[in-house]
């Protein structure tokens, strides 16, 4: 008896210990809309090389524009950033599942535009590292570089220096190594005008992406049982109201004469 | 009509029997009603003569797949003449369908039509048993046309009456995605004493309202060729068919 419910017990145990960690799968994120010297190493021991459109990449893969380069990430129905020129980073994580997605990024320098599709639930997580700072957020679209951190659209948090402090849209922070965030001040209006500009066109991008990932709307179509139940009762109809109407028609023709108002001869047919 | 009823009732039953005795689960019955309006420019009348009738049909179908690629159809139809006011006739068929691959498909069916005695024209009872054979080239296109050619023997049911056999070639096409329109022409010959009845060229124009409501615009000359032929027909018909699938 001992035995058995010991069993039983380590079975739960396995089942529990590794439902949780068996259904997060990683995913990977699509490079588009490239201009100028964008290069991609998939994994830290392999070479750079030219990225191109279309191309995927995931866990570990390291990203650079050159001067005035850029190009476009994106991943999961929506989450997009722009990598502008003189950037280079790092693809730590994305992971994704029904109900959680978490993405993880580092800004190794230059900087980010990222916009942030709804997150999936409470749990689910959007962070970029940064050499001074940790931003974490959630509905949002903002700017990152390694000085300052501006916020477009939502709310970010910022954790520097062991200080948590929250960002709220048209605020920016200025971050300097080891300190903690400095109060958060209005992003001047050309600074926010161009990167509304940004943000607009992220916008853009992430929704051309995710209707060209879309499947196809499909047509109003007949089930096929309809379709075939049309067939046979057509078939079925023709039969019976043309075709075997002319021919009683034609037996009994040949009993009168038309006009004659009579009913002659024998049926032949 | 009585005896049409019990014969009717034991199709009925047959079906049933059939699709509960068939090893598949039987698909769900789908329903449709069919209303027509036929104008004839020369048909025999109630009256004798030849002249131009009109024609309103009525249409109730059970359809139902029996088994893998075989499907059940009964129905009824009823036959009303406008210009009389009257019931020109009653048909009540059943046919079993076998689709032998997306080209081949053969239909086995029994009809019974009862015309009711109107004016000058006696009553009369008919009942027939038909076997097609339908080919299809390039079926369930989207973008090319589709041809078929039906091939149909007909006869009364004790064999010695009203022998046909009919060839019928269609073609088929989309006009767009809710419409499309069928060409064809058939050969109709009389096998009893061995001459053709008939020729027959149709167009009819299609159009799905919606995935279960269509409309049909048809149009179907009657080239009558057999001996002692006195007229052709034109044929001008205009259906509506409302497809309810349990």
New interface residues.
Partial sequence: MLKRISISAIAVIFIAATAGTIHCAAIKATISKIKGDVQVKIMADMQWKAATDGMKVGEGAEIKAGENSEAFLTWSKGNIVKILPLTAMKIESLQEDEKKTSSNLTLASGNLFARVAKLKSSDSSFKIKTPTALAGVRGTAFDVTPSNIAVVEGTIVVEAGGQEIEVTEGMMVAIEIGMPPSLPEAIPPEKMEGLEAVNTECEEVAAEIVEAAAPPAREEEKPADVEIADEVVDQNVDQTTVQNQSVIEIIESTEFEPGTGGINGTLSY | MRAMMRRMFLCFVILVLSSTLSAAKP??V?F?L?ERFEGHSD??SS????SGETYA?T?L?L?R?LDEDV?G?I?Y?N?LSLDDGETA?N?G?I?V?K?HSKHLSM?Y?Y?Y?S?PERN?V?S?D?D?F?I?A?YTINPNTMSAPSYSI?T?Y?TGTDFS????I?EKFTVKDKFS?KSDYAVAYQY?Y?L??SEQ??N?YSLDLNF?I???D?ISFGY?F?D?I?S????DDNIVRLSY?R?I?Q
């Fill in positions: 698909g769900p789908v449709t069919m048909t025999p009256i004798r003569d030849v049909y249409m179908s359809f797949k499907f159809n129905f139809i036959k006739g048909i068929g046919s369908t689709k239909n069916s009809s039509t015309n000058v006696p009369s008919t027939r038909s097609a339908n039906l149909t007909s009456y009203g022998r046909t009919a995605k109709v009389g009893n004493n009845f008939t027959q799905n919606t995935k279960l269509r179907l009657i009558n057999y002692g032929a006195a007229y068919y497809t699938k």
